[in-house]
């Protein structure tokens, strides 16, 4: 099956008085059409910068090297006018806050329409009708258009969000930290709504989190990230069962489930992306760590189908 994005030696680097922070350095991934593949990693790993620069919404000054292609149409060369089109009909995206991303000035009639008729030459009632189908698939009954974001709670904010990343019917919708600021039973909800949409409108979806459980409740596949790199991506059962990279084993190690007797968690703290540690970018923190894991860069191996690792000792995990 021909893959609906290919990304291939992806780099962003940020503009600092230090020099280039690499906020992404050097990952590859492919992303089939209907499939579900998390990302996750601790805060400042670069996921959602990965995102971010999927949808070309980096800030001024930022270099972006390697290609983005979706549908064999590559992204990182399109000008920003041709990336206006593209995002929101294309390729959507569900922000982790949608307190800051809503305009508190502005109905959700007009945030609708906005997003709308800005990708579509159509009649403003034609758009209307899509919203409010879209925030009917949503639970949000029509009355609710004319109310502003500050009078929904943070469930209902989410909720319209999802809405207005789904009413232009994208064929990928990256969803970044999109239950953070949520209870549990509302985050239930939530990843409920991701699932069932994701059915029907047959899209594929990028899910960047640190939840773990999120991503074994909805994802195909997931990718564990650190410093800016993959150092594990593999289908979501195989990587949950037999996880490779010491990394991932001690993020699944730090879960909370009703067994645990005591708390995990791994020593150190993630490394600054200005002048990260040389070769294996996680040595300083390794239990497992050799001398060779600080001269030499791990090689980008297949240890079973579909299952990959950037580990010098990864054999003696398996």
């Given at each position: 099956m021909q893959p609906l994005l290919e990304v291939r030696d992806l780099r962003v680097l940020f503009r600092t008085k230090r020099g280039p922070l690499r906020a992404v350095d050097g990952v590859t991934f492919d992303l089939a059409p209907a499939e579900t593949m998390g990302v996750v990693g601790e805060t400042g790993c670069g996921k959602s910068s990965l995102g971010k620069a999927i949808l070309g919404i980096l800030p001024p000054g930022t270099r972006l090297e390697g290609s983005i292609l979706l549908d064999g149409r590559d992204l990182a060369a399109l000008s920003r006018e041709e990336l206006r089109q593209v995002r929101g009909k294309d390729v959507a995206l569900i922000f982790q806050d949608p307190t800051t991303r809503l305009d508190p000035l502005m109905t959700i009639r007009d945030h609708f329409l906005e997003t709308i008729l800005s990708h579509e030459k159509i009649a403003r009632q034609v758009a209307l009708e899509r919203a409010k189908k879209a925030l009917a698939s949503m639970g949000i009954p029509e009355s609710r258009l004319d109310n502003y974001p500050h009078e929904f709670s943070g469930g209902m904010r989410q909720r319209i969000m999802?809405?207005?990343?789904?009413?232009?019917?994208?064929?990928?919708?990256?969803?970044?930290?999109?239950?953070?600021?949520?209870?549990?039973?509302?985050?239930?909800?939530?990843?409920?709504?991701?699932?069932?949409?994701?059915?029907?409108?047959k899209m594929s979806l990028l899910l960047i989190t640190h939840n773990?459980?999120?991503?074994?409740?909805?994802?195909?596949?997931?990718?564990?990230?650190?410093?800016?790199?993959?150092?594990?991506?593999?289908?979501?059962?195989?990587?949950?069962?037999?996880?490779?990279?010491?990394?991932?084993?001690?993020?699944?190690?730090?879960?909370?489930?009703?067994?645990?007797?005591?708390?995990?968690?791994?020593?150190?703290l993630p490394p600054d992306l200005v002048s990260p540690p040389p070769a294996c970018r996680f040595h300083p923190r390794c239990a497992y760590v050799q001398d060779v894991c600080r001269t030499k860069d791990p090689e980008w191996v297949e240890y079973t189908p579909g299952h990959f690792a950037a580990c010098h000792f990864g054999r003696d995990f398996l």
């Open positions: 999802i809405a207005m990343a789904l009413v232009m019917n994208p064929r990928l919708l990256i969803a970044d930290e999109p239950t953070t600021s949520l209870d549990v039973i509302v985050e239930a909800q939530i990843l409920n709504i991701l699932e069932d949409l994701k059915r029907v409108y773990l459980g999120i991503v074994a409740e909805v994802c195909d596949r997931v990718a564990v990230m650190y410093a800016g790199e993959f150092v594990e991506l593999g289908p979501m059962r195989e990587v949950f069962k037999h996880p490779i990279h010491p990394y991932t084993r001690g993020l699944l190690a730090s879960i909370i489930h009703l067994e645990s007797k005591e708390l995990n968690s791994i020593d150190g």
